[in-house]
């Protein structure tokens, strides 16, 4: 049995089902509410396949004032939400509570505005990360944040995971490239944070929402920065025969000041199953593949190309490759974009972890996975944002084999563990969720998270959205004081955790 806990339902909504089901079908009419068990099987999972919860009812909302609406009424009413987007989280933001509103945001996907001199898009929440880009590309200009699922993922997903990309490294994550939000609370209240100006005065409420996994608000309109595409970009394909060799190249091309616009690595299996899938040319006979890219002016970008060369050559590169056209060098992307659903194909499940650790340690955290697969005995695929230090390791696994999805829990608390021992953290850009809730006394301690709670309490201070995700231990507001943790240890242990 699987060791995620979700807080247990409460009665006296359940008992309330229909009476919820018609209030809010008076207030998003016709098929906005969806309240048959069939038709609410899509919504039982986002991308953390591994756990499953069927929601008390799902809303479709069109229309700001719909949001504001939903909302008020489960604050007056005590019922919980749970905001979604695509469903593409890996690490369980979205999944459903049985006494729950999962609010489903997807309806949202018009693109507002676009301001070329600003250099800013106007859009909704449900439009896709990739579509951003697209409607701005005929004049040269494009949305640098890019997650492996941008064809799916929608930009509101985005601003609650602050997901990155393998361009984050130069362009930076979602919240380096958000200028602005409108957003609902719990309470039905619509605010405006930010905008297309460049600074905002008071706190820096947009950054905090950024990254805040549906606990604070509900956003509806986003406004991004957009950027010009560069003069020129092209990539190098580099293989090692340990993937040490190529942690610690990865390491050296930072140390010696270049940045460039990204830079991923995958592990022996994962580069076979990308090729496999892709046909990308990826060598087959190397340990690690190393993909990175330069760009900025054609003359800037010939000599970091050397550069980046010459240092993989010191690394004992067996294979170097450099992109000569526009096309080979989106064939070299095309594998590592491809590279989790090429490692479906290899394993009938797996679990994506997210850590991040400091570039240096890489070969170390390498050698310690390698240790775990064979205690477990499970093997690992890896696939990295190198550049940033932004790991994600595949642990394959069959969930029709008893204990191997325990073994799988295990094997990534472990990683997750040995990130934090070498001064890395949790996660990168998939976001707590219910996949390391669990873990976070790993990394904050008892005054840490009392803090981060707090804030949760000023913005929802009933708890009424996405309980159970991201704390470990679920208290209200007025029993902060109250809750002690020692050494990572919660009190009373033999109650579930939740």
């Not at 729950?100 to 070329?116: A, E, T």
């Not at 990539?235 to 340990?242: E, R, S, V, Y």
């Not at 989790?340 to 009938?348: D, H, L």
């Amino acid at each position: 049995m699987s060791a995620i806990v979700m807080p247990e339902p409460d009665a006296r909504v359940l008992s309330r089902r229909m009476e919820i089901v018609k209030a809010l079908q008076a207030i998003v009419p016709g098929d906005g509410v969806i309240h048959d068990e069939t038709a609410m099987r899509p919504y039982e999972t986002d991308a953390l396949t591994a756990y499953r919860q069927m929601p008390l009812i799902v809303v479709l909302p069109e229309t700001v004032e719909q949001v504001a609406a939903v909302l008020r009424y489960c604050f007056e009413n005590d019922v919980k939400v749970v905001p979604r987007g695509a469903g593409t989280s890996l690490s369980g933001g979205a999944l459903p509570l049985a006494d729950g509103v999962l609010l489903s945001m997807m309806k949202f996907n018009r693109v507002l505005d676009i301001d070329f001199e600003n250099r800013a898009v106007v859009v909704q929440p449900g439009v896709t990360n990739l579509g951003i880009t697209r409607e701005v590309e005929h004049e040269g200009f494009y949305y640098a944040p890019d997650p492996s699922s941008q064809i799916a993922c929608s930009i509101g997903g985005n601003i609650a995971e602050n997901s990155g990309g393998v361009h984050c490294l130069k362009y930076g994550l979602t919240t380096n490239n958000v200028l602005g939000l409108e957003m609902v609370l719990m309470t039905g209240e619509v605010i405006r944070l930010g905008g297309k100006h460049l600074d905002s005065e008071g706190y820096d409420l947009l950054a905090l929402m950024t990254g805040s996994e549906g606990l604070l608000g509900v956003v509806t309109e986003v406004t991004v920065r957009i950027l010009q595409k560069p003069e020129t970009a092209r990539a190098l394909l580099i293989g090692f025969p340990t993937s040490e060799e190529g942690g610690t190249c990865v390491a050296d091309i930072i140390g010696a000041g270049i940045i460039p616009g990204g830079m991923e690595m995958m592990d022996k299996p994962a580069i076979h199953a990308a090729e496999d899938f892709v046909n990308a040319g990826y060598p087959r006979d190397v340990e690690a593949l190393l993909i990175v890219e330069l760009d900025g002016p054609e003359a800037e970008v010939g000599y970091l190309l050397e550069r980046v060369a010459e240092i993989a050559r010191k690394n004992n590169a067996s294979h170097l490759r450099i992109s000569e056209s526009e096309e080979e060098r989106m064939v070299f992307w095309a594998g590592r974009k491809a590279a989790f659903p090429a490692v479906g194909r290899i394993s009938p499940d797996y679990l994506c972890m997210d850590g991040t650790i400091p570039r240096r340690e890489l070969p170390k955290v390498l050698a310690g996975m390698r240790e775990l697969s064979e205690k477990y005995g499970l093997r690992v695929a890896n696939v990295f944002h190198a550049g940033d230090g932004n790991l994600h390791p595949l642990i394959l696994y069959d969930a029709n084999k008893p204990g191997e999805l325990e073994a799988c829990e295990a094997f990534g608390a472990d990683i997750l563990k040995l990130c934090v021992e070498v001064g890395g953290v949790l996660t990168g850009e998939h976001g707590v969720g219910i996949e390391k809730r669990d873990l976070m006394p790993e990394v904050f301690s008892e005054d840490d998270m009392k803090q981060q709670q707090r804030v949760k309490c000023a913005f929802d201070d009933k708890h009424l959205l996405n309980p159970g995700k991201v704390f470990p231990v679920l208290h209200r507001c007025a029993e902060l004081g109250k809750m002690h943790v020692h050494k990572g240890q919660l009190p009373f242990p033999d109650i579930p955790r939740f």
